[in-house]
């Protein structure tokens, strides 16, 4: 009968450490070195389904970026759930884009504007606030054994301001299962999605919005009408000739880049308090080279 009992007690306190170890298992783990921001990403859906991806935030110049004050966090989303659905944009002409039930998380960075007083473990460059900021963008990549990367891959990285509307920022896809990278000048919500949209219809999409975040920026009107010049002259090749297309891009891209920070606002920090044009402008510039790239058709998406 003790036998019996103790061997009870002891299978009982087996199911209850691994129970409790895929309980712990369920998590986000952020730890920061320097300038970049490392999140490992382990999330149960509640039917007893797993999701694993790490995520890596590379920042250009960070103030005060803790763990604390990056305030990463990722949940299990509902790829049918029509809240989420409606977020994503149209695809008129055929399949929508969608969220893949093999890897339905959301990942939300949300720097809280409240110095977080007292703080005295940063691991950079600190200005006592406690409160996060950058100069320029940030890189983010998104690692997942869950997807598979192909070369002509339809996987891509959405981000949307909190609760709004999603938009592609996929800068690179690579091998790995697959790595998704995007940048960005401010911060969000990222999504990983199939985006079935032909390339040609995204990339005249992503140019009508850089042309108007250029036309809202705070610049001269010279250097505006420069950029303005190189925009539209990308446009005009997009379908005459791809290559001379990026050609042209990446002089808009060197040139934002030479006036972030004198001739472009090119700061974001969490209290909202200024404007990060510079940011905002080569992020978007940046995934529309992507889809140059796509369009292009000489060079394999995931690498």
């Not at 884009?97 to 691991?123: G, N, Q, W, Y």
């Not at 001739?263 to 080279?289: F, K, P, Y």
Request: proline share 5%; net charge negative; hydrophobic share 45%.
């Amino acid at each position: 009968m003790l036998k019996t009992l103790h061997g009870l007690t002891l299978g009982l306190a087996c199911l209850l450490a691994v129970f409790g170890m895929r309980q712990a298992a369920a998590d986000v783990i952020v730890s920061v070195e320097g300038n970049v921001a490392t999140a490992q990403i382990l999330l149960e859906d509640g039917g007893g389904n797993y999701y694993q991806a790490d995520a890596t935030i590379t920042f250009d110049s960070p103030i005060n970026l803790t763990r604390e004050s990056l305030n990463l966090t990722a949940e299990v989303v509902d790829p049918e759930d029509p809240g989420l659905t409606v977020r994503l944009p149209l695809n008129l002409l055929g399949a929508p884009v969608r969220v893949d039930p093999a890897f339905p998380v959301m990942i939300t960075v949300e720097p809280p504007a409240t110095p977080h007083l007292f703080t005295s473990s940063f691991d950079g460059p600190e200005d006592g606030t406690g409160v996060l900021s950058f100069t320029n963008t940030y890189e983010i990549e998104i690692h997942t054994h869950e997807l598979v990367c192909t070369p002509d891959s339809q996987y891509r990285l959405f981000k949307a301001p909190l609760g709004g509307n999603f938009d592609d920022v996929t800068s690179e896809l690579a091998m790995g299962s697959v790595r998704m990278r995007g940048r960005g000048g401010a911060f969000s919500q990222f999504l990983p999605v199939i985006d079935p949209r032909a390339a040609f219809g995204v990339a005249t999409g992503k140019i009508l919005v850089l042309n108007l975040r250029i036309v809202v920026a705070a610049l001269s009107d010279l250097l505006r009408g420069d950029l303005l010049a190189l925009l539209g002259k990308v446009n005009a090749l997009l379908i005459l000739d791809v290559g001379a297309a990026i050609v042209a891009l990446d002089e808009l891209i060197s040139t934002i880049s030479a006036d972030a920070g004198t001739e472009i606002a090119n700061v974001w920090n969490a209290l909202h308090s200024v404007i990060n044009d510079a940011g905002e402008m080569l992020s978007l510039a940046e995934t529309l080279r992507f889809s140059l790239v796509q369009l292009q058709g000489t060079t394999p998406l995931c690498q």
